[in-house]
């Protein structure tokens, strides 16, 4: 039987994504190729280092901290620190104590490894708390050579920063030529959990970032919003269903078909908007007592035709983007959100059979408050 990651972590029962990712990384580390990857990739950041290390995890003093990962040579010489970081900043160890770890008789290395959203403001961070590597070093704007930021400190240690996708992804693909394919399942795991923390993680504000033309446009997302909602009264197909609903920033309206009941809601949800992108304004259809989750994919399916705006998976509800038409004015903005909205009515109202009727959905009285699977 063949020993796979997600076990190995069950048993492990670690209770956060970066201990997670870390028990990832040191279990795919066991394997020579991805070991010599990761070895190929401290050379290349320039810490002149052997292959054939060993990992292990969480070694250290109080004296100079407790780094993710500790590889050491065949003489039990440290020569490879890897900092595996997400949402966390720096602590009062970190880099220095860790340098001090790597000494200076043999070259070595300290990796830091963060999501791509991270890199310039940790490198920042980084070189603050290193300031005799400041005039060498690149500028955390600079872009990356190899993939990696990096700068000596002293005559033989490196610093380094590179991506989460960075690291595993030069691990996979060493693992994928050795033919390695059951390690390579579990290098691509680890992948697919470092790109769900790296799309949640922290962006740093830039300088532009929440200017008042930005200011403007989300504030008059609520007019149209509200306008949506007016049109509705008057529209064949749906109508408005109860209060307003908004919580922590999301703002939005029920609406319900006329010839079924079936209810949707649509507004303007960030939170979608920041993990598909396309638009701040979204509709949201949700399962119920007479749509369960395999009959509203059934006819909604239509929305992943070529050409159209899609369908995106909630938890117990799919979501439809609400697009913005470029250069249309207010009224005519109003009314194209609204066909659209009664577009996605009419793939729902077509599958009900005729004669059939469903139990109208229970629509909230009072406003909802925003969580996973929020508004509905």
Not at 72 to 79: A, G, K, L, M, Y
Request: charged share 20%; net charge negative; aromatic share 6%.
């Amino acid at each position: 039987m063949v020993d796979h990651v997600l076990g190995h972590l069950a048993r492990r029962f670690t209770v956060s994504e970066e201990n997670l990712a870390t028990e990832a990384l040191t279990w795919l580390l066991r394997d020579p190729s991805a070991n010599s990857a990761l070895c190929s990739l401290a050379r290349a950041a320039g810490a002149d280092i052997p292959d054939g290390l060993t990992f292990v995890g969480q070694v250290g003093s109080p004296d100079t901290g407790r780094p993710d990962i500790v590889g050491t040579d065949e003489r039990q010489t440290v020569r490879l620190l890897i900092e595996a970081k997400f949402a966390a900043g720096l602590t009062a160890q970190q880099p220095r104590g860790y340098l001090t770890m790597l000494g200076e008789i043999e070259p070595g290395i300290l990796l830091v490894v963060a999501p791509s959203a991270r890199l310039g403001t940790l490198w920042s961070e980084l070189l603050h708390a290193t300031p005799e590597t400041a005039a060498s070093a690149p500028s955390p704007s600079a872009p990356l050579e190899g993939g990696l930021m990096r700068t000596a400190v002293g005559n033989q240690r490196v610093l380094a920063l590179a991506s989460w996708r960075h690291v595993v992804t030069h691990i996979l693909e060493a693992l994928k030529a050795a033919g390695n394919r059951p390690l390579a399942q579990d290098a691509e795991q680890l992948l697919a959990l470092t790109e769900v923390m790296d799309s949640q993680a922290y962006a740093p504000v830039r300088p532009g970032d929440y200017g008042p033309g930005e200011a403007r446009r989300v504030q008059q997302l609520q007019g149209l919003i509200d306008g949506v909602r007016d049109g509705a009264r008057s529209s064949d197909q749906v109508e408005q269903a109860g209060r307003s609903s908004h919580g922590r920033i999301f703002y939005g309206w029920y609406l319900r078909s006329r010839a079924t009941s079936k209810s949707l809601w649509f507004g303007f949800l960030p939170r979608v908007w920041a993990k598909e992108g396309i638009s701040p304004l979204w509709m949201q259809v949700k399962a119920s007592r007479s749509w369960s989750r395999q009959r509203l994919a059934q006819a909604l399916a239509p929305l992943h035709a070529a050409g159209q705006k899609g369908l995106y998976e909630g938890v117990e509800s799919f979501y439809v983007p609400l697009t913005l038409t470029p250069f249309l004015g207010q009224r005519e903005t109003v009314t194209d959100l609204l066909s659209q909205i009664e577009a996605v009515v009419a793939l729902l109202d077509a599958a009900v059979a005729p004669g059939e009727e469903p139990a109208p959905d229970d629509i909230p009285a009072t406003e909802q408050v925003d969580d996973d699977d929020a508004p509905l």
